[in-house]
């Protein structure tokens, strides 16, 4: 149901129906799910929650913008406390309209003079509207609205500014007259007596509302035998939360320590639980592509990188800053943001200087006369036996999250191969192709691949002849559970056959496409960057966003 029709049917409805004050979106949520059935967008608590007066000071914009956050929090309808209207009748007709488009159930407005003041200030003293003006005003509010069901309250001031019962129901009836849907007859009394004496000469012309703030000893009873349609408790949360707000603040002035009011405030979950995190994180799991809490990652960083000379002799490779930041740290950041959380590092040169708080590390202290296949293996032995994928990668590439996106893929991805490869299809433009580059020869080339089946790795080779060349490996693969203990045996083969040797990942991934492994390519265009040589560690600054 539309919220507007909601509110009327409020208005109409038998019994006396409640609205509690909101000021912002948190404050909607409270009063929602306190229970109430209608909103009261209060110009006093607006006007206070901004830290200014209710003197119309907070432009009409200013209160449009909360109230969009108001109604996007709530699921209630909202009366709008739209003072004067802020104008003319014009003023009128367009804010009439906006409200409609931010989901503004009904608008009250009150036959005072722009710039208002608060009727509890000097009530008496403020000048009232020109009837026919003000009767203006609802004729081209209600003339406005596009949706039949918009409501509009007319609020008439007349028992506060002394003018009497009388004007207030002359006023009255010129307003209903005028298309107002519904009264709301306001008081400073510290009694019910003038609203209760409206009500019984009013009859039942249109719906009555009143606001209790200052005869809020009145039995709720009484407003109820009287008929009244609504009542609005138009200010307590605010001056509920401005008292606890002082309470806080000055204890913790005091006390100097929070200890002094933790147990006095709402935890941080609530705070969380009233933003809706919850929502959130469920739609994550839909729309973002994220690793699963049991993956994790490998990163290969054993070795020095001698061809940085001096940048590499008391830290390895990895250990390098880039932007301001090690290598490693940008690594971390990408397997992070994609959800990947346990990283272990494997460190061999300097291992002393690869320190960074929260990884798992794992050390080849034979990193000198081994190479990465023997790191791979001391790192796989390392790995608990979870069902999570693996990342591998080397602790010298740097990649964008793209490319660990195109590994994660997300439950809908046909990403279920044994090992997934990420493959810069532009090999050629990278700039130094002096250094030694894993090339891979596939099933399909990269301009082909969306027509193809799922791409998969013929073979790969540093010396592979240009013509096969589809790409460029560029050190990152992921691992499917299922395979992790193909590649161990693998990895532990190729070791103890080749004493001696150094084996590569290259070599171990060619073996595992002869062994009948399904090993797919995911295809990317740039993206990353093998930091091999100085004039790469200058262009990793470049290198910017992940
Ligand atoms: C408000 O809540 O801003 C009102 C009611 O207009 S009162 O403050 O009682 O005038
Ligand atoms: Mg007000």
Not at 516 to 537: C, I, K, M, P, R
Request: hydrophobic share 45%.
């Amino acid at each position: 149901m539309h919220k507007t029709t909601r509110f009327r049917e409020l208005l109409h409805s038998p019994q006396l129906e409640f609205l509690i004050e909101a000021h912002n979106g948190l404050s909607a949520r409270v009063g929602e799910e306190a229970g109430f059935a209608g909103l009261w967008a209060s110009g006093l608590c607006l006007a206070a929650q901004y830290g200014v007066r209710d003197n119309n000071e907070a432009s009409w914009t200013q209160v449009l913008e909360m109230l969009e956050f108001m109604a996007d929090a709530s699921s209630v309808p909202i009366l709008l406390d739209g003072d004067t209207g802020y104008g003319n009748f014009n003023n009128v007709r367009r804010l009439v309209r906006k409200l409609e488009q931010r989901g503004i159930a009904a608008l009250c407005i009150e036959d005072k003079l722009f710039p208002k003041a608060n009727s509890f200030l000097d009530g008496e003293m403020q000048p009232l509207a020109e009837i026919e003006e003000f009767a203006g005003k609802i004729k081209a509010g209600k003339d406005a609205a596009r949706d039949r069901d918009f409501m509009l309250v007319a609020r008439t001031e007349a028992l506060i500014a002394g003018w009497g019962l009388g004007e207030a129901l002359r006023r009255a009836e010129a307003y209903v007259e005028a298309g107002a849907d519904a009264i709301l007859i306001h008081s400073s009394k510290a009694t019910a007596d003038e609203v209760l004496a409206f009500r019984s000469e009013w009859g039942d012309r249109a719906p009555v509302l009143i606001v209790p703030t200052k005869y809020w000893r009145t039995p709720t009873q009484v407003f109820r035998d009287a008929g009244f349609s609504m009542a609005i408790w138009a200010n307590q949360v605010l001056r509920a939360s401005l008292a606890a707000m002082q309470r806080t603040a000055r204890v913790l002035a005091r006390e100097q320590t929070a200890a002094a009011v933790e147990n006095e405030i709402a935890p941080v979950s609530e705070v969380f639980r009233m933003q809706g995190v919850a929502e959130l994180q469920e739609a994550e799991t839909r729309f973002l592509p994220r690793a699963t809490r049991s993956d994790r990652a490998v990163v290969l960083a054993a070795s020095r990188g001698i061809e940085l000379g001096k940048l590499t002799e008391d830290r390895p490779k990895t250990m390098v800053e880039v932007d301001g930041e090690p290598l490693l740290a940008h690594i971390v950041a990408a397997f992070k943001s994609a959800g990947v959380h346990r990283i272990h590092v494997v460190r061999g040169y300097k291992k002393e200087a690869v320190a960074l708080p929260g990884l798992a590390y794992v050390d080849n202290d034979r990193h000198e006369t081994t190479g990465e296949l023997h790191s791979l293996a001391l790192a796989l032995d390392a790995l608990d036996s979870s069902e999570g994928a693996t990342y591998v990668c080397y602790g010298d590439v740097l990649f964008r999250r793209h490319a660990l996106e195109l590994l994660i893929g997300n439950e809908s991805d046909a990403n279920t191969a044994d090992i997934t490869l990420v493959v810069d299809s532009h090999w050629q433009e990278s700039a130094n192709l002096g250094r030694a580059a894993d090339f891979v020869s596939c099933s399909a080339s990269p301009t082909r691949r969306a027509y193809a089946a799922p791409v998969k790795l013929r073979r790969m080779h540093a010396a592979l002849p240009e013509e096969e060349r589809h790409g460029e490996w560029i050190g990152l693969m992921k691992i499917a559970p299922r395979a992790l203990g193909a590649v161990r045996e693998a990895v532990a083969e190729l070791l103890g056959a080749g004493r001696g040797s150094r084996p590569e990942i290259s070599e171990l991934l060619n073996r595992l496409v002869t062994a009948g492994l399904e090993v797919q390519v995911a295809y990317t265009a740039g993206n990353w960057l093998d930091v091999d040589s100085l004039y790469d560690v200058i262009q990793a600054g470049k290198f910017g966003g992940r």
